[in-house]
């Protein structure tokens, strides 16, 4: 089974970006869907952004056209590419592995999480 510990995470301004890494152990990421999600102060988890092992990307709304999600398979690392932040994305967000063709936006779903990075926007 995958093992995934995530890094980057940070203070920043509100327009401001943070890389997120997400880097894998035990297995190539190329062969699981991996996605991102968080979990702010007082609300559920919730979906971020997933990658699926053909490629394809899917993006929570609230984060379409400012996160990217990106795969590096020789360095079997996965990434959170952070642009134009807002106060609302604080939250602490875990990478998760999901040992499955079939993409999933369902947290449920993933088999193996990291124990997640805070990321913190300031007004």
């Known amino acids: 089974q995958v093992q995934v510990q995530e890094s980057g995470g940070g203070l920043v301004q509100a327009g401001g970006s943070l890389r997120l890494s997400c880097a894998a152990s035990?297995?190539?990421?190329?062969?699981?869907?991996m996605g991102w999600f968080r979990q702010a102060p007082g609300k559920e988890r919730e979906f971020v952004t997933a990658i699926s092992w053909a490629g394809g990307t899917y993006y929570s709304d609230s984060v379409k056209g400012r996160f990217t999600i990106s795969r590096d398979n020789a360095n079997n690392t996965v990434y959170l590419q952070m642009n134009s932040l807002k106060p609302e994305d604080t939250a602490i967000y875990y990478c998760?592995?999901?040992?499955?063709?079939?993409?999933?936006?369902?947290?449920?779903?993933?088999?193996?999480w990291g124990r997640g990075t805070q990321v913190t926007v300031s007004s």
């Open positions: 998760a592995a999901r040992g499955d063709i079939r993409p999933s936006l369902n947290g449920n779903d993933y088999d193996s």
């Open positions: 035990g297995h190539t990421v190329s062969s699981y869907t």
